[in-house]
């Protein structure tokens, strides 16, 4: 199945509540994820360690997934996978 993001439900630092189009309310926590990958030199994800930024979250309705205006976004079904 193929899991789209319908709606941001509630946006905490480095976590997000989603609902997808299953139906299903999951909570997605991206802390270590983004710690992970701020790593490397010049890594736009060490935007998202701030908590303002990280708040900022977006949906894009047109491919159904979160993003934020420095270009980043997640696959859905990695975010389905991730949410518990």
Do not use: A
Request: hydrophobic residues 30%.
């Amino acid at each position: 199945m193929i899991h789209l993001v319908k709606k941001i439900k509630k946006v905490n630092p480095y976590k997000i509540r989603l609902k997808f189009n299953t139906g299903e309310i999951k909570e997605i926590d991206l802390e270590e994820k983004l710690k992970d990958w701020s790593k490397t030199p010049g890594s736009t994800y060490k935007q998202l360690l701030e908590p303002e930024y990280f708040k900022k979250v977006k949906l894009n309705t047109e491919i159904e997934t979160i993003y934020w205006d420095n270009g980043i976004d997640f696959c859905p079904d990695v975010l389905y996978s991730l949410g518990q």
